[in-house]
């Protein structure tokens, strides 16, 4: 008999938190419930968990603390829950190391797919030890992931399941790329060089945008792809910093199906790939300082905005 993986949801509202664990445990899982960070801490030291799910607006403790040490002490994946739309505390969270994250309130249906998405796809990342090192960060993101789910979750989450699993990881893998973080909605990618990054980038979005598979009774499958390039902190199997930041961030102008890069990575590449760019001038990205100068590929029967 298999056994029961194991998930922690910690929330101070009771209510809400035997909600969830009620449903949970509805689908086969085993549920440990915590009221905050205390609780979690003694349930994690004392056995391990498969995932936690994180309410960040706590009253007696920052849901972005108890985060840093959950992230700084195990390799347990964290699904972050956040009370409202905004996407400072969703970025601030995945730079921190957070899996995915859900809008309070959820529907149950939608956390319980990122849950299956996040343990399904462990298997799809690679351990490294600490350290710091220049690279080129993809972030990929994709356009109406909720609308999908709700419209026909089990056609949604084999289309995701199969892109990621036959076109993403294997491509990934013959440009020296690094898959260290998996999204119910998109993923991030590292890759050695910026020219393998946006030659990898342009083949994925020709790819999907040619592939039956991605065309859903909803739509066509689309993703918004942002590339940064510089420092990055690697621990375990992820990647830290504000390349990984900024790449976030840029993904969220181009268009669905386009990429956005930054300027740096456009220097690196620079008559080295054949991949059209079209100055999108300097834009301002939420929580990065300076305005940054952006450039935006497109497929050629869709020319960017």
Known sequence: MTQAQHIVVVDDEAPAREMVGDYLRMQGFEVTLCDGGASLRSVLVSQPADLVVLDLNMPTEDGLSILRWVKQSFPTPVIMLTATASSVDRVIGLEMGADDYVSKPCELRELLARIRSV????????????GRRLAAIVSLDFVGYGRFVHEDEPATLAAIDRIFGQIMTPTIAQRRGTLFKLLGDGALVEFQSAVDAVEWSVAFQETVARDPGARLAGGDIRFRIGI??????????????????????????????????????????????DAPLQDAGSRVLKNVEEPMRVWLWSRPDRAPV
Not at 119 to 130: D, F, H, I, V, Y
Not at 229 to 248: L, M, P, Q, Y
């Open 119 to 130: 343990l399904r796809r462990q298997k799809w990342t690679r351990s490294a030890q600490t």
């Open 228 to 273: 940064a390039a510089g420092e990055v902190v690697f621990k375990h199997a992820d990647r830290f910093g504000e390349t990984v930041t900024i790449a976030v961030r840029i993904q969220e102008i181009a268009e669905p199906g386009a990429i956005a890069l930054t300027d740096i990575v456009r220097q690196f590449v620079r008559g080295r790939v």
